[in-house]
């Protein structure tokens, strides 16, 4: 990791505000690929390409929809939605990343396809980690990992309580943290901070707003 | 198993037509407000008798929507509420938020501030399992070590309320380091501590560890093999019982862990008892960094070159430490503004709760209350 | 043996108090009796039973205690009020109440238990008319102590020279007695048991 | 009138026994009193030792060192809401903790404090004492049945397992006890509960040291099967208050549930009075038979005197100890008050034993030999009561398929080991 200190000048010029930040590092990335000379260091870190044995196999077996980066050390795959099955279960067959630690999803309001959903994953015997990023659109759903890692259960569960999310082959696809007849998806970007389901608390508690 | 979705708090079962002197399954809910589960936690019991067939948990009676809160909170302004979510160990969150800032701004603490929060946080972890200790113990029936581990429990607090003026939600660190220089005397209250609380710890073990009662109740109680373990995500000192070697602080070093000499415990059978134990000398090995730390603290500045204003470059980060409950993580999407764009907790509770299902299967009542003390789950983190 | 450690009767009738056994302690323990008995069978739900049983049976004991039979007292608070009727609550807890008590009371069985409620009538009428002469006298001298050696006595007869036990008038009852139980068992394997 | 009382007060005979119902009516009430006081007192002693066990000070607010706390607790209990569940059954769960208050009571009817001292004596006394004992447990399952929820009924289903099963093993002990009984010239053995420890001042023994280590191995068998027999810990199954929030009386509350507390020590108290009774020698001061000069018969008689004088020098040096500040003004009295009460029945004790000696009147010598009896029959009970304080300190709970096999795998099979090994080397020794 880079050990030299940095006053993070303000980075990367366009996407400064906050709302239109939407074409970030995933979305940054199709163009990144372009594999520029090594890592040169301007205002803030960027992605680089991340090259390794194991990524070499999977990027002559599966092509472009596959897009290994490294950003600070941590080192991710964008995939496309369609590969992530296969993906997912040879990263854990084939490559031993036997621990699913987490999965968790972002939303991009402003973007075609909305949501990025990130497995995060660890290997015991190889002592790395990875990430693993798809693109989803809303309303789309996507296939459960529940098979592969049992811990996605209750992952997954969270990422549909959350963002709304559908997770095909999901044995008990519920809300898990929210009370089950709430009303929308709070981790999305277009539900406020003091947004709640009005109704469920007047039904439920008896009270005029939760607030 | 399956519960009607909607209608979780319907306890009464069908009876189809069955013998007159049939019995059947016994559905209890234990929790939200039950003496044993730590909090706001229920589980559905499915019973045969005693026999438990299958349970359900109830969750996020305390969600607060932390992951929300962040959003719509500078870096800087959300460091005390990670605090909020394992408030038993709220300096292991402090940790991890700060350090995960910091890699995502690509600083670095200075050594001094490492060396600090390596002592802050090995203290927290002692204090952790010391009241995890305390109310496991009190759930399996014995209620004596709940106050021991609550009086001396009390020596940490009171080292955290001397260094930051609080002594739960401490909020000790910030982000490139820490905001406060030790106080006068701060080594010597620590090594006095490390004199006084050996001693205890043997106290406890006293009173448990060949305790037959003790043994009979945790020995071969909820049981999770490494591999079971591994496939459900389980963390911390769970999967080290189960004989699995993999601490963070040792797989993958941060702050100044990897300056230290200790070892990392493991156990053989994955039951409760092997978690009690795995728990005890991990005491004893915090004690050991502790005792080194404290030893060779460096001189320097406590604060790395941090702006007054965070705003990390546009990037997405994920760090994790090994928190006293097992692997605490924080990804974090930065936009490039003040305000994390996204920002998730890998909470090593929630993950391992899930684990409570496949160890408590075909075992007692009883059992259920033994395994969720030994996941050793905050409500707050679990829920968030 | 201390003369302070004879039986009740005994001092009862040498000091010359008045015996405890007034007729108000019978009646009052025999009406309680037939009460409780009456509600055993007519609660419709299985617990209140139960507990009117136990009342039953303590009143007996009550009556056994009237007789100076202390030890059968003591016997059948012991074993009936305390261990059976506890394993009937336990299993009666375990059924479901609600849908017993809307079971149909008077099944086809009926007819059955009105002749052995008949013959049980006709029996008590018998005993009552006949009187003391059915019953042989030893039977008065059954509690005056509590030795074992007595209560062995009754049921196996007296002590032969050899130290060989001859067999009592009693033990035709007393195996019919286990008998009983043992067909209980049976019954209650069969009833839990799904496939034998 | 005082002639009637006088005439008993020199009988040596129980009341029952003597046909006396003024007499039995007075030993019953003052037995009742006698009991609900040390309730009180044991009340107020578990929380303080259990709290001395866990480095904390217990109650220390409700009078000095918080002798009031038990009145103040009685008072909250009888003042609180009396909550029946709407589902519950109504008559049953009213009568449930009467039915467990009663049993624990009957069976103080037949607890021998000594010779004389004691309702009745029974010829089944023992028999009487288990059956009736036996009856507690009915209260307990009936409560759990009546308040119509689940965890009640788990722990009245616990709690009648557990008791049917530890009984078998508790019974077999006693049998083993009341063969040594019948060691004697006319091979006669007795179950009266005075016949007992008699039959123990005429072997000389207690029969915990009988047959050494048969009485003892016997003695312990009962010494656990009592402690599951009264659900307290470790085998606190029916109350378990981390796995059953409180187990049978988890929907009671207030008065009804004061009484089932009530109930829970009575029979705590009544079971450790059989042991005692058993074999621990009953009244009998130790050492009756090797120490019986008179002069040692006086020095024994101190005893009663002595244990209030040092409960009284403690008390004193708590007085000492209340810092000095105007705010422990009231409870430096009060807790002086409460010494200067106890030292003068110290006195009081210290008088009757030395002029009971000298006294050539029957009356006075009877009524100090009393409190002697009473004396060392309470003091060997009151150190059960110290051991299940002890326990609950100190063990964590059995589960319950664990105490099921510790009744039935362990305890029975020794129990019955003990009882035939007793028998036999019964008949060898006579």
């Known amino acids: ?211 | ?384 | 043996m201390n003369p302070a450690l004879n039986s009740g009767l005994n001092s009862a009738l040498n000091s010359g108090m008045a015996p405890v056994a007034t007729p108000w302690f019978f009646y009052a323990l025999a009406g309680l009796a037939v009460a409780s008995g009456l509600a055993v069978i007519t609660r419709r739900n299985a617990v209140h039973s139960a507990l009117a049983l136990i009342v039953t049976l303590l009143s007996v004991a009550g009556l056994y205690l009237m007789l100076y039979a202390p030890f059968v007292a003591g016997v059948q608070i012991i074993v009936y009020a305390g261990g059976i009727m506890v394993l009937f609550l336990f299993v009666i807890m375990l059924v479901n109440i609600e849908r017993a008590s809307k079971e149909r009371r008077f099944n086809s069985i009926w007819p059955v238990g009105l002749a052995a409620a008949c013959a049980l009538m006709a029996l008590f009428v018998s005993a009552f008319v006949k009187g003391r002469a059915l019953f042989p006298d030893r039977m008065m001298t059954l509690p005056e102590s509590s030795n074992t050696q007595q209560i062995a006595t009754m049921l196996y007869g007296e002590v032969g020279p050899k130290g060989q036990y001859s067999i009592g008038q009693y033990t035709l009852a007393f195996e019919i007695a286990s008998l009983l139980l043992l067909v209980a068992i049976l019954g209650a394997v069969i009833m839990t048991k799904k496939k034998i | ?430």
């Not at chain 4, 029979?267 to 009244?283: D, E, F, P, Y």
């Not at chain 4, 020095?299 to 000492?320: D, H, R, Y």
């Not at chain 4, 059960?384 to 305890?411: C, E, H, N, S």
Request: aromatic fraction near 12%; glycine fraction near 8%; charged fraction near 20%.
């Open chain 1, 1 to 211: 990791m880079a050990e030299e200190v940095k006053t993070p000048a303000p980075p990367p010029p366009p996407e400064g505000e906050k709302k239109p930040a939407a074409e970030k590092p995933a979305a940054a990335a199709p163009a990144a690929p372009a594999k520029p000379a090594a890592p040169a260091k301007p205002a803030g870190p960027v992605p680089v390409p991340w090259t390794s044995p194991l990524v070499e196999k999977y990027r002559s077996q599966y092509g472009s929809g596959l897009d290994p980066l490294t950003y600070l050390g941590q080192n991710y795959l964008s995939v496309d939605r369609s590969l992530i099955p296969d993906i997912l279960r040879l990263l854990r067959d084939e490559e031993q990343f036997d621990y699913c630690v987490d999965i968790t999803a972002v939303h991009y309001p402003k973007r075609e396809k909305q949501f990025d959903v990130v497995w995060i994953l660890y290997s015991f015997p190889r002592n790395e980690r990875v990430r693993v990023k798809t693109q989803i659109a809303d309303g789309a759903s996507i296939p459960s990992s529940v098979s592969i890692w049992a811990t996605a259960n209750w992952l997954e569960r969270e990422v549909f309580d959350m963002f709304g999310i559908k997770f095909d082959g999901h044995p008990d696809l519920k809300r898990i943290l929210l009370p089950d007849g709430w009303n929308g998806y709070p981790l999305r970007k277009d539900y406020g901070i003091l947004q709640q389901d009005k109704e469920w608390v007047q039904i439920n508690l008896g009270i005029e707003s939760g607030q």
């Open chain 4, 1 to 430: 009138m005082p002639d009637f009382v006088m005439s008993y007060l020199g009988s040596t005979v129980t009341p029952g026994e003597a046909g006396n119902q003024f007499w039995a009516l007075m030993y019953v009430l003052i037995i009742f009193a006698g009991v609900s006081t040390a309730v009180i007192c044991m009340n107020w002693i578990e929380r303080k030792a259990l709290a001395h066990f866990q480095v904390r000070l217990g109650p220390m607010r409700v009078g000095p060192h918080g002798l009031l706390q038990p009145f103040a607790d009685a008072l909250k209990l009888m003042l609180k809401e009396d909550i029946i569940p709407a589902e519950a059954d109504q008559f049953v769960f009213w009568v449930a903790p009467l039915i467990g208050l009663l049993a624990a009571f009957t069976v103080y009817t037949v607890i021998p404090f000594g010779p004389s001292q004691a309702v009745s004596d029974m010829n089944i006394g023992i028999l009487f004492m288990l059956g009736v004992s036996s009856l507690g447990v009915l209260g307990i399952v009936v409560a759990g049945w009546a308040s119509n929820s689940h965890y009640p009924l788990i722990g009245a289903l616990r709690s009648s397992a557990q008791m049917v099963s530890y009984e078998v093993a508790m019974g077999l002990a006693v049998v083993s006890a009341i063969l040594m009984t019948s060691l004697n010239a006319s091979g006669t053995g007795t179950l009266s509960m005075i016949g007992i420890v008699q039959a123990q001042q005429q072997q000389g023994v207690w029969f915990i040291f009988k047959f050494f280590p048969l009485g003892f191995i016997g003695f312990l068998i009962f010494a656990i099967a009592m402690i599951a027999e009264t659900n307290r810990a470790p085998f606190d199954m029916a109350e378990a208050e981390s796995e059953l929030t409180a187990g049978y009386h988890t929907e009671y509350s207030g008065l009804r549930w004061s009484l089932f507390m009530l109930a829970e020590y009575a029979a705590m108290i009544a079971v450790s009075s059989i042991a005692v009774t058993l074999w621990l020698g009953g009244w009998m001061r130790p050492f009756p038979n090797l120490l019986n000069a008179p002069a040692w018969d006086f020095i024994f008689s101190l005893f009663p005197g002595l244990t209030f004088l040092g409960l009284t020098a403690i008390t004193f040096v708590g007085v000492a100890r209340m810092p000095a500040q105007s705010f422990f003004k009231i409870q430096r009295i009060g807790l002086a008050v409460f010494a200067a009460l106890l030292g003068f029945i110290a006195l009081l004790l210290l008088v009757i034993a030395v002029a009971g000696r000298s006294a050539d009147g029957r009356l006075l010598a009877r009524f100090s030999e009393g409190i002697d009896y009473v004396y060392w029959f309470v003091l060997k009970v009151a150190v059960f009561m110290y051991l299940f304080i002890w326990y609950r300190a100190t063990w964590p709970r059995y589960r319950f398929d664990q105490l099921m096999r510790v009744g039935w795998k362990v305890l029975l099979p020794i129990s019955l080991g003990v009882l035939v090994v007793t028998a036999i080397v019964g008949v060898l020794v006579s």
């Open chain 2, 1 to 384: 198993m399956s519960f009607p979705a909607n209608d979780r708090t319907n306890l009464e079962l069908e009876t189809p037509d069955k013998p007159y002197l049939d019995s059947n399954e016994l559905i209890i809910n234990m929790g939200p407000q039950h003496p044993a589960t730590h909090g706001v936690l229920r589980v559905i019991l499915k019973l045969d008798g005693e026999k438990v067939l299958g349970t359900e948990c109830v969750i996020g009676y305390l969600h607060r929507g932390v992951e929300k809160i962040a959003e719509n909170r500078t870096y800087t302004m959300f460091n005390p509420y990670v605090d909020r979510m394992d408030y038993v160990a709220a300096v292991s969150n402090g940790l991890g938020y700060c350090e995960a800032v910091e890699k995502l701004m690509n600083v670095e603490a200075p050594a001094r501030a490492k060396y600090i929060r390596v002592i802050l946080t090995e203290l927290n972890r002692i204090a952790s399992h010391q009241l995890w200790l305390g109310t496991h113990a009190l759930d399996i029936g014995a209620m004596t070590p709940l106050f021991y581990t609550f009086r001396d429990r009390e020596e940490i607090l009171k080292i955290f309320e001397k260094y930051c003026g609080a002594r739960l939600t401490t909020h000790a660190f910030r982000i490139g380091g820490c905001q406060y220089e030790t106080y006068a005397g701060f080594e010597k209250d620590v090594k006095n501590f490390l004199t006084f609380v050996a001693p205890k710890i043997d106290e406890y073990e006293t009173l448990l560890t060949t305790n037959r009662i003790w043994l009979e109740r945790t020995r071969n109680v909820g049981v999770i093999s490494a591999a079971d373990a591994i496939a459900l995500g389980v963390t911390g000192p769970v999967l080290r019982a189960s004989g699995v070697q993999w601490d963070l602080r040792k797989a993958q070093p941060y702050a100044a862990y990897s300056e230290f000499d200790f070892e990392i415990p493991i156990g053989t059978n994955g039951d409760t008892y092997d978690r009690y134990l795995v728990r005890m000398v991990e005491m004893r090995q915090s004690l050991r960094i502790i005792e080194q730390a404290v030893n060779g603290i460096p001189e320097g500045p406590i604060m790395g070159k941090v702006p007054k204003v965070i705003k990390p470059p546009v990037g997405e980060i994920y760090h994790s430490i090994e928190a006293p409950k097992g692997e605490l993580g924080y990804f974090i999407v930065s936009d490039g503004s003040t305000q994390p764009y996204r920002l998730r907790v890998r909470p090593p509770s929630f993950v391992n709760l899930q684990a409570l299902d496949i160890m408590v299967r075909g075992m007692l009542v009883a059992d259920v209350v033994a395994v969720i003390g030994t996941l050793d789950i905050v409500l707050g983190e679990v829920d968030r």
